[in-house]
């Protein structure tokens, strides 16, 4: 597979683009007319630059208002086209991008727009450079891919091809299938991008809600099949106009895509049972080994844990490390960091083949963490996501593997037992995509609905990833973008939490305090038990329901970026008390956190 990118898609000059895109592995670019208007360089340099960097200019784009017009009007498209081939001749690349016209367009005739398509074509032949033909989604008469092709065949010049993007094709909802009876050889060029399903004006759609493949709701993978299927063999190119994307890092941004790549060819592939493009074998978490707060003092984390009810597991042997356990829910205080806050780092997952996990991470652009073992140590692998957060995968049970490295563990009176039930994890508003893509494509975890749940500072918009059978889950929140992030917490399930918030209390826990006026609420919504709603109130617990069961749950104080969570889930219950997320942010803001 030949990746490329349309230079739109990135912040910054197109320099600084194109180091980014070939830092990202990317093979080829799309030049975007625009960012070689705006760039000191001439086409000169900005070729000798990519031939350095091994990059191919796969296209140059776009050339608009050329087709279905009159003559007077045809005369000044030549002349426009003309001056474009010449600074095409000079950058090095042979393939136009011709939009179906959406200004100047006042023939609504196919037979004119392949005449005039065809002499442009003539010309562009003079120069050696082939055009690719593209139906925009809002072209004034041409806004089909199907009537694109038709109006090539009129044509009918070897130099005339079409270009098919997903966006254009899916947003108005025609069917792909009909590519496959496209000549290979005639689809010159590919462009995709997914988006999410909203309903606006499609140019509006276009121009400022695309999104990298895997992060939307088109289905890129049955469009793919078609394109495979008809035997298109060049570039798989990104065309993604985002506001999001031209603000964020560069770098970053091109790593994130030449992802989605990458993860859009191997689903492809999987889906059809073909080998070409298919990364290792998908690892699903079968078990949540662990969950690691880091800090460089983390006393007041080890007090809260107590006041839990968790059971001090021990120091790590040679590291500045202790465990923490309540059944199979262990969590780690890592104090080897620099920074002061403490923060929730790293997940620990166990999966058929780590191995493998690590491997297919990699493959999706990741990089490998390197920790310092000692021999008889277990050497976790593992990478970080784009936010820093550390993932490790194990394929042995903890107790036959890096549990045996803590020493001097004591038992717990009353301890509270339990499983992490969830791990929440907050971004900023320009990185949650990249989160999502992240998670579906390296940690195998499939993406719930979103959902917005009302904050202090606005609409915290929430996205659960979780495994199928629900043994891993990763609700994430992104935040207003004039809002901080939200705190992270983990969230440990019990058969029993008002027994664990009643000893909590005992042993003097900090806990988040609920206003009166919540259990006001409460009795008036649900119809609650007298003895029931006291109880409630008494503990300061939360309480949700719907029609498979009821959630119980309560929340600790937040230190520095970091929080706990005890739940109870009753009957078939599978939410997460979302109905309470304002309320347990409002006390969070008055707790001051």
Known sequence: MHTSIASVCLSGGLVDKLHACAEAGFDGVEIMDADLIAAPESPEEIRALCERLGLRIDMFQPFRDAEGVTEDVFEDTLRRAEAKFEIMNRLGTDLMLVCSNVGTATIDDDEVAARQLGELADRAAVHGIRLAYEALAWGRFVDDYRRTWSIVQRADRPNLGICLDSFHILSRGHDPAGIEEIPAEKIFFLQLADAPALDMDVLSWSRHHRLFPGEGSFDLVDFMTHVVRAGYTGPWSLEVFNDTF????????????????????????????????????????????????????????????????????????????????????????????????????????????????????????????????????????????????????????????????????????????????????????????????????????????????????????????????????????????????????????????????????????????????????????????????????????????????????????????????????????????????????????????
Request: hydrophobic share 40%; aromatic share 8%; proline share 6%.
């Open 246 to 593: 031209r603000q964020t890092d560069t770098v970053r941004t091109a790593a994130h895509a030449q992802r989605s790549l990458v993860w859009l060819a191997d689903r492809t592939a999987t889906a059809n049972g073909w080998d070409d493009g298919r990364l290792g074998s998908a690892q699903p978490a079968t078990a949540l080994d662990f969950v690691e707060v880091a800090g460089a003092d983390l006393a007041e984390v080890d007090e809260l844990l107590a006041q839990l009810g968790f059971a001090f597991e021990g120091r790590h042997r040679s590291k500045p490390v202790r465990l923490w356990s309540a059944g199979s829910a262990r969590v780690i205080l890592n104090e080897q960091v620099r920074h002061d806050e403490p923060r929730l780092s790293g997940i620990g997952l166990q999966v058929p083949d780590a191995a493998a996990a690590v491997d297919r991470a990699i493959a999706l652009g990741s990089q490998s963490i390197f920790r310092r073992t000692y021999e008889g140590e277990q050497n976790l692998r593992g990478v970080p996501a784009p936010d820093g957060t550390q993932v490790f995968w194990s394929s042995l049970p903890a107790e036959e593997s890096w549990l045996q490295e803590f020493e001097g563990g004591t038992d717990a009176d009353d301890g509270l037992v339990g499983e992490v039930d969830h791990i929440n994890l907050a971004y900023a508003w320009q990185d949650f995509d990249e989160a999502v893509l992240f998670m579906s494509s390296a940690l195998s975890l499939h993406a719930e609905p979103p959902a917005d749940v009302p904050g202090p500072q606005g609409l915290i918009r929430s996205q659960v990833m979780r495994t199928p059978d629900g043994i891993v889950r990763v609700p994430i929140n992104l935040a207003p973008p004039t809002a901080a992030p939200p705190a992270r917490h983990i969230a440990v399930r019990t058969d029993d939490v008002f027994a664990v918030a009643r000893r909590a209390k005992q042993r003097g826990i900090d806990h988040l305090r609920i206003p009166a006026n919540y259990y006001d609420d409460l009795s008036a919504r649900f119809g609650l038990p007298e003895d029931l709603l006291a109880s409630l109130r008494e503990l300061d617990l939360l309480y949700d329901r719907d029609a498979e069961g009821e959630f119980i749950h309560f929340y600790t104080r937040t230190i520095g970026d970091v929080f706990f969570e005890v739940v109870e889930r009753r009957g078939g219950y599978d939410g997460y008390g979302g109905a309470n997320a304002p309320i347990r942010l409002a006390a969070q803001r008055a707790m001051g956190r």
